[in-house]
T-cell receptor, first 112, second 114 residues
Framework: QKEVEQDPGPLSVPEGAIVSLNCTYS??????FMWYRQYSRKGPELLMY????GNKEDGRFTAQVDKSSKYISLFIRDSQPSDSATYLC????????????FGTGTRLTVIP | NAGVTQTPKFRILKIGQSMTLQCTQD?????MYWYRQDPGMGLKLIYY?????ITDKGEVPNGYNVSRSTTEDFPLRLELAAPSQTSVYFC???WGTGRSYGYTFGSGTRLTVV
C-alpha cells in the first residue's frame, strides 16, 4: 500500500466550476499537509500548507484535512483556465529532510 | 531573482554513459534535494543535503551520487546510465523542514537513456 494515494484523473471541468481534489493516506502520524501545483514542463510550486486537521482558505483555494478519515482535499472555487495543471498533495510526519511523501498528482483541465 | 536553476533542460544519454545534472539556488537555502518524477509514480527523493559538506541518501539513491561543496550548488552525478534512469529530475531547496517551509523547485531536467 502506498503511503499517499491520489486519483490521477484526468479531470476536466468547465470554467467557473468548483473543483474538488483529494488524497488519502495510510500513516496516521502525518501532521503537515501541502498542495503543490505543477504546470506542464515546470517544477511543482507550493500552493497551500496546513497543519493537522481543519480548513485553510486562500483566495479561491481551500485546503481541508480530516485526520480521522485520513483524507485531505483541495477545493478550487470559480475555476479558471489558468488553473489547468497537475495538483500534487504532499505530507510529512514531522520536521526532517527525508520524510516528505508526495501523491502521484491529479491532472486538471479547466475548459473555457 | 532566479530561484532554483537546473541545467541542462533536456539530455539523451546512451547506456553506460555518465553525466552531471547541475542545480544552483540563489536564495541561501540550507536544504537541497534531488527528486525524480516518473509517470504515475509521483516524486521520489534521490538524495538530499542539509548544508554544505553534508549529504544523505533518500528513497531511491542507487545509480546516483551527489556532492555539496557550496551552499548554492548541488550537482547530481549519474554513473553508467541505465534505461531505468529515464525520468524527469527536479532539484529543490528550502530554508529548513519546519512546518511552514515549502520547497522551491527548479524547472527540471528531462533525461532519456537509450
Amino acid at each position: 500500500q502506498k503511503e499517499v494515494e491520489q486519483d490521477p484523473g484526468p479531470l476536466s471541468v468547465p470554467e467557473g466550476a468548483i473543483v474538488s481534489l483529494n488524497c488519502t493516506y495510510s500513516n496516521s502520524a502525518f501532521q503537515y499537509f501541502m498542495w503543490y501545483r505543477q504546470y506542464s514542463r515546470k517544477g511543482p510550486e507550493l500552493l497551500m500548507y496546513t497543519y493537522s486537521s481543519g480548513n485553510k482558505e486562500d483566495g479561491r483555494f481551500t485546503a481541508q484535512v480530516d485526520k480521522s478519515s485520513k483524507y485531505i482535499s483541495l477545493f478550487i472555487r470559480d475555476s479558471q483556465p489558468s488553473d489547468s495543471a497537475t495538483y500534487l498533495c504532499a505530507m510529512r510526519i514531522q520536521t526532517g529532510a527525508n520524510n516528505l511523501f508526495f501523491g502521484t498528482g491529479t491532472r486538471l483541465t479547466v475548459i473555457p | 531573482n532566479a530561484g532554483v536553476t537546473q541545467t541542462p533542460k533536456f539530455r539523451i544519454l546512451k547506456i553506460g554513459q555518465s553525466m552531471t545534472l547541475q542545480c544552483t539556488q540563489d536564495m541561501n537555502h540550507n536544504y537541497m534535494y534531488w527528486y525524480r518524477q516518473d509517470p504515475g509514480m509521483g516524486l521520489k527523493l534521490i538524495y538530499y543535503s542539509v548544508g554544505a559538506g553534508i549529504t544523505d541518501k533518500g528513497e531511491v539513491p542507487n545509480g546516483y551520487n551527489v556532492s555539496r561543496s557550496t551552499t548554492e550548488d548541488f550537482p547530481l552525478r549519474l554513473e553508467l546510465a541505465a534505461p531505468s534512469q529515464t525520468s524527469v529530475y527536479f532539484c529543490a531547496s528550502s530554508w529548513g523542514t519546519g512546518r511552514s517551509y515549502g520547497y522551491t523547485f527548479g524547472s527540471g531536467t528531462r533525461l532519456t537513456v537509450v
